[in-house]
């Protein structure tokens, strides 16, 4: 058995007693009932369970979708949040892996309207600025990545 799957089982055990509206998410019809997707609840208490490095880039990946920062912290720290708590996270590392996930990539995904019209005006074109941005990204994620390590090993707050 894998070391953290009794917490993720406690986890979703915890979570499932709560049973909150928007984590019970029907996607099908199955013989004329609605098939509850429960593994939503594990899913996301793995993603927990891996680390703030997973949840950072489950928020880089969000963003592609939401490009707005507002909305995409609206839509996932009301499952995150809890889910830290509950895996003794502290809030601060939450909201740090959100941000500096969404922020990383807010210049790398083309579903940005001011990032398109800045790199129009710039007269840029998208495959060279990932040629350019890529690399950075990942060396600044790697930094973000220690300082979520960190944060979260000697309970710091930035």
């Known amino acids: ?13 915890g979570v499932s ?6 984590l019970r998410v029907s996607f099908r019809k199955r013989s004329g009932r609605s098939v509850v997707m429960k593994s939503t609840r594990f899913s996301m208490a793995h993603i ?3 680390g703030l490095f997973t949840v950072q880039t489950f928020e880089a990946i969000f963003n592609a979708l939401i490009p ?3 909305a995409l912290t609206i839509l996932t720290m009301p499952i995150l949040s ?4 509950l895996l003794d996270v502290s809030q601060q590392a939450i909201v740090s892996a959100n941000a500096w996930g969404g922020q990383l ?3 790398f995904f083309p579903t940005s309207g001011f990032f398109v019209a800045t790199l129009v005006i710039a ?3 998208y495959t060279k600025w990932l040629r350019f941005y890529t690399p950075l990204m990942l060396v600044l994620g790697a930094v973000c990545c220690a300082a979520l390590y960190l944060q979260q090993q000697f309970n710091l707050n930035f």
């Not at 070391?3 to 089982?9: E, L, M, N, Q, T």
């Not at 007693?17 to 928007?22: K, L, T």
Request: glycine residues 8%; without cysteine.
């Open 1 to 13: 058995m894998h070391p953290g799957a009794s917490r993720v089982h406690r986890l979703y055990t």
């Open 17 to 22: 007693d709560a049973r909150p509206a928007y």
């Open 48 to 50: 927990m369970s891996a």
């Open 68 to 70: 707005g920062a507002t």
């Open 82 to 85: 809890p889910l830290g708590s």
């Open 105 to 107: 990539t807010d210049i």
């Open 123 to 125: 007269k840029v074109e």
